[in-house]
């Protein structure tokens, strides 16, 4: 084996053991980048893919109770979520100017830590989303933005569970719950089917909000380059290029979408 290989793979162990936490090395998908990577991996290639052609030739699933399950959780799980960032931290002891990462096994930084474990488990759940697209034939529905969407943020919440679970950045998951329970709200009642979808008159504004989220989160990850908490400046600048990256993509599918119609 070519000996930069064996340099790269030392550098990569030696960064895993020094640079994760340890209190989540050991919980479920935390091992390694593998099983996550495994599974988006499969998840493009069944909805870019294998899924629309094994649909080719089938009619479209009927999923409306499944839908309305489904979103019905979701919605759930979304308040529990939020519920959980503001107790473990945002209520109360947090500083929304900048905030350390807590590695102790103090209680509120355990809960904070299990928090971000399971805000990874709701954006891989939320895989799902696509699947019931291709599985109800709505292809048009799956773009580049979906897809890159439903990918990146997977990833980052891993990243988020293996080096910081808690602290500055998780002001994001909590901003992005928060707006999940009105998005998923939304899509419950439109399962429910077209009566109640004709009055169903706010979904650009869905839209809308997830512009105002990104925009909020650019604004709060700029905090800890002008007061320091020992919190890193390059998970920061990370999370400010993902934030423009996102309000770029969103606002250029808003004026797509909507700014069009208004013009037809």
């Known amino acids: 084996m ?12 030696n960064f895993m053991e020094t640079r994760s936490d340890p209190r989540t090395k050991d919980w479920a998908l935390m091992s390694s980048p593998m099983p996550l990577l495994t599974i988006l991996t499969t998840y493009l290639y069944f909805s870019a893919s294998a899924g629309p052609r094994w649909m080719k030739d089938r009619k479209p699933f009927d999923l409306k109770y499944v ?17 959980e960032g503001l107790q473990s931290g945002w209520l109360s002891n947090y500083s ?19 928090a971000c474990w399971w805000y990874l488990f709701c ?14 034939k709505k292809n ?16 980052c919440a891993w990243i988020g569970v293996k080096f910081l679970p808690g602290g500055h950045g998780t002001l ?3 901003i992005n719950s928060f707006v999940h329970i009105i998005m998923y709200s939304y899509y419950l009642l439109a399962a429910l089917g077209p009566e109640v979808q004709k009055h169903l008159w706010w979904k650009k504004y869905l839209t809308s909000l997830q512009i105002i989220q990104f925009a909020i989160v650019l604004l709060h990850s700029c905090q ?10 390059f998970i920061v600048f990370l999370l400010m290029i993902n934030s ?20 037809a």
Not at 4 to 13: A, H, P, R, S
Not at 67 to 79: D, E, R
Not at 224 to 233: G, S, T, V
Not at 249 to 263: D, E, H, I, P, S
């Open 2 to 13: 070519d000996t930069g290989v064996f340099t790269f793979m030392d550098g990569y162990v």
């Open 67 to 83: 839908l309305i399950a489904y979103n019905a959780l979701q919605v759930v799980f979304s308040v529990w979520l939020v519920h």
């Open 96 to 114: 929304y100017r900048c905030q350390p990462v807590d590695y102790s096994t103090n209680p509120l930084a355990i809960r904070m830590a299990n």
């Open 123 to 136: 954006k891989l759940i939320e895989l799902l989303d696509t699947v019931f697209f291709v599985l109800r």
């Open 140 to 155: 048009s529905q799956i773009s580049p933005l979906h897809l890159w969407h439903h990918t990146l943020m997977p990833i």
């Open 172 to 174: 994001l998951g909590v």
């Open 224 to 233: 800890p380059f002008i007061y320091e908490c020992n919190y890193p400046k």
């Open 244 to 263: 423009i990256n996102f309000l770029y993509l969103f606002g250029t599918f808003y004026k797509r979408t909507y700014n069009t119609k208004k013009q």
